[in-house]
């Protein structure tokens, strides 16, 4: 691991906008100090977000915007009418990769600084006026990704693919660094959440070196926003460390995706599926791991302060197709029978999208997206063609504005068997789309279908949500009517997500694609 500070340690500084920013910035110290020493006084608010947050609303303060995971904001002078106009304003060479490429994440921007992180674990801190460098934290720690930072509290937080972390966002100088995964059979490939002084990270059953090679469990993890220290975990595998009965042969769960919180403090988990995939000669079908295999592929709310269990939904049972429910629940509240409820939304890679009750988790509606063939039951001993493949149909984050979800797709075969997958994937033959849905009802209301998957998230500025493609095609439709209001080319394969900073869209351009020669970016376009 190694530090390097390309500008001497700075004062937070306003952006060009102003006073808001400046007044942001003294709440924000003040707000350092006032949660520097722990946990929240009993009788405090539930489910708050960091006071930086708040302060920084008008940029993109948090992977998701906010505590909802909404991905939408309205403070932004980016509409329907001025969108065409976005030009570039700076770009920032990302020089490290991984398998993914080199970012699958969203960057956040907080007090006139852009922060990301790039699928080597390093850490950036950009000028978003200019987009230079203001100090870089490397790890060349690779991780599959998505990973990404969090701001709150006066840190910024992230993680290696072994190791939590928190580092001073003015210099990047480490604060304290946690090591989470159990055994070399773990590791870590998310942006953490934040809320009432609280950190949460997830493990996972795979790292760059070992991929649902078993033993491997999911564990949900509640860290202490100061110290690293532990509040609570949650292990997302029903059994623990027995992993369905057979621990050297299965594995599965664990979060790829910061959760939502809502403002009783519950915290909704999006979780992964369950391994081996498919089945294996020896254990067909899965057979390995009988049953249901819980938590996998469920909706789970937790009690924010303890970790207790208070209800779950699983999408698929004894998943044979890696159809993690995953996407970052989305919490909104809407008229339910003439009632206003409140609901969470979620999906995941067998291509549905989902609507409970947040109370009780009570289903409402189900609604699929993208292309489904041979997605439902046990596999057969012959392979077959299975769409959503298992790197589709859901497999970036939602948005949501106006109470109209939109929802990236990819269409993407796998040909596999009840023994296990046979060939790799042919990414050119791969279609995707975005999806708007009444989210009270669970009804289409447009779609729109890409010539290349869409890995490239949902993110809405106004009446615009924007996506992308692997292509490396960027664009921006009217939330209303689907019409394509924008596009532009990056000079690589998006798999990244965008974000809304006041005029500008940052978006990282980090896959391959079908570049000859990629050139991976951090590129902000702005408004002239």
Do not use: C
Request: aromatic residues 10%; hydrophobic residues 40%; charged residues 15%.
């Amino acid at each position: 691991m190694s530090f390097t500070n390309k500008m001497s340690p700075r004062a937070l500084r306003p952006r060009a906008s102003g006073a808001l920013v400046v007044a942001g910035a003294v709440i924000a110290a003040a707000a350092v100090v006032a949660w520097a020493g722990g946990s929240s006084a009993a009788g405090d608010p539930l489910g708050q977000p960091p006071p930086e947050w708040a302060a920084n609303a008008g940029s993109w303060p948090a992977h998701n915007h906010d505590l909802a995971n909404t991905r939408d904001t309205t403070q932004s002078p980016i509409n329907a009418q001025n969108v065409a106009s976005l030009k570039v304003k700076w770009r920032f060479a990302i020089k490290s990769t991984s398998t993914f490429g080199a970012i699958a994440t969203s960057p956040i921007v907080i007090n006139g600084t852009v922060y990301f992180q790039d699928l080597s674990s390093n850490v950036y801190a950009l000028d978003r006026t200019t987009g230079k460098l203001e100090w870089e934290h490397k790890f060349n720690n690779p991780d599959e990704g998505p990973n990404g930072v969090s701001y709150g509290y006066g840190r910024l937080y992230g993680a290696t693919s072994t190791d939590a972390f928190a580092l001073d966002p003015a210099t990047g100088k480490q604060i304290w660094a946690r090591k989470l995964p159990r055994n070399k059979n773990e590791g870590i490939d998310m942006t953490p959440q934040l809320y009432d002084n609280t950190v949460i990270f997830s493990t996972v059953p795979g790292n760059p070196s070992s991929f649902y090679a078993g033993n491997g469990d999911g564990i949900v993890w509640a860290l202490d926003a100061a110290s690293g220290k532990t509040k609570w975990k949650f292990n997302t595998i029903s059994d623990g460390a027995k992993l369905f009965g057979n621990p050297k042969v299965n594995s599965g769960g664990g979060l790829w995706y910061p959760p939502s919180v809502d403002s009783q403090g519950r915290v909704f988990i999006s979780i992964a599926n369950p391994g081996p995939l498919y089945g294996t000669p020896k254990f067909p079908g899965g057979s390995s791991r009988p049953g249901r295999n819980l938590y996998t592929n469920s909706i789970v709310a937790l009690n924010g302060q303890t970790g207790k269990l208070l209800w779950y939904r699983q999408a698929v049972p004894h998943d044979v197709r890696d159809y993690d429910l995953m996407i970052p629940a989305i919490l909104t509240t809407l008229p339910i029978q003439g009632v206003q409820t409140e609901v969470v939304l979620v999906a995941g890679k067998m291509g549905k999208t989902y609507a409970y009750r947040a109370d009780d988790g009570k289903h409402l509606w189900t609604r699929s997206v993208g292309t489904h063939l041979h997605d439902t039951g046990p596999l057969p001993r012959k392979p077959e063609r299975i769409l959503p493949g298992d790197l589709g149909g859901v497999e970036t984050p939602m948005a949501l504005a106006d109470s109209r979800l939109f929802v990236p797709w990819l269409d993407l075969a796998a040909t596999a068997s009840a023994t296990g997958q046979k060939g790799g994937f042919n990414f050119r033959a791969g279609r995707g789309g975005l999806t708007a849905i009444d989210a009270a009802t669970g009804k289409v209301d447009w779609e729109q279908k890409l010539p290349s998957m869409n890995f490239g998230a949902a993110t809405v500025a106004n009446d615009v949500v924007f996506t992308s493609d692997y292509a490396g095609t960027i664009y921006g439709f009217d939330t209303q009517t689907g019409k394509k209001l924008w596009t532009t080319e990056a000079p690589a394969g998006v798999n990244a997500f965008p974000a809304i900073d006041g005029d500008t869209l940052l978006v990282g351009a980090g896959a391959p694609g079908f570049f000859k020669n990629p050139q991976f970016q951090l590129i902000a376009y702005s408004l002239p």
